[in-house]
């Protein structure tokens, strides 16, 4: 009989915005030695939110709480797969992940936000994620992803850190955990 070794679960990121022209979807992305899950979450808010999160780079309501890793410790790997709303991406079929980062432009309805920014001495700088994979010999989908951290991870951080500081952190913590697992020369930045 052969047996393979167990999968391992190495990090959670806790929170990524998936663009959409509809409805920007939320999802935690649980990282394994093999792939990567993106997990979908469940709507916590508007797509007006969503949108402003995304552009911002932070979350805008601060009541909802991250999953850890631990919380998807008895959840099994086969059904988070072959649920139909999240999305596997095996690690061998990653062609390439690029991380950027944008700053907003600014409309004429967000005045107030784009004051508040320049009262801090603030800027938003919001990073994202471009993974291309091999889904077979024509296909080579991407998935872009926004790394908005929920408002329970930055609040407490953002007492002692600036707001572009823990953004960069954020995004630096999930570039590094690629690097770990994609093969080399995949990672760019």
Do not use: C
Not at 30 to 51: A, C, E, G, N, P
Not at 75 to 82: A, M, Q, Y
Not at 98 to 122: C, Y
């Amino acid at each position: 009989m052969n047996s393979l070794p167990p999968e391992t679960r190495l990090a959670l990121i806790h929170r990524v915005i998936v663009p959409d022209e509809k409805y920007p979807t939320e999802y935690a992305i649980l990282v394994t030695d093999t792939r990567s899950i993106f997990i979908r979450q469940k709507k916590t808010r508007s797509s007006y939110w969503l949108r402003g999160e995304m552009k911002f780079g932070t979350a805008l309501v601060t009541d909802v709480i991250p999953k850890t890793l631990e919380d998807y410790e008895q959840t099994s790997l086969g059904s988070l797969t072959t649920d139909p709303a999240n999305i596997t991406v095996p690690h061998e079929a990653v062609v390439s992940l690029v991380m950027g980062k944008e700053e907003p432009e600014f409309r004429a309805r967000e005045f107030f936000v784009w004051l508040t920014m320049r009262r801090q001495g603030h800027r938003f700088q919001v990073y994202n994620f471009e993974m291309k994979y091999r889904q077979s010999p024509n296909a080579e989908p991407s998935i872009r992803f926004y790394m908005v951290p929920l408002g329970a991870y930055f609040k407490p951080e953002r007492q002692t850190k600036s707001r572009e500081t823990i953004l960069r952190e954020y995004a630096i913590e999930a570039l590094e955990m690629f690097q770990k697992v994609l093969p080399a020369g995949i990672v760019s930045s």
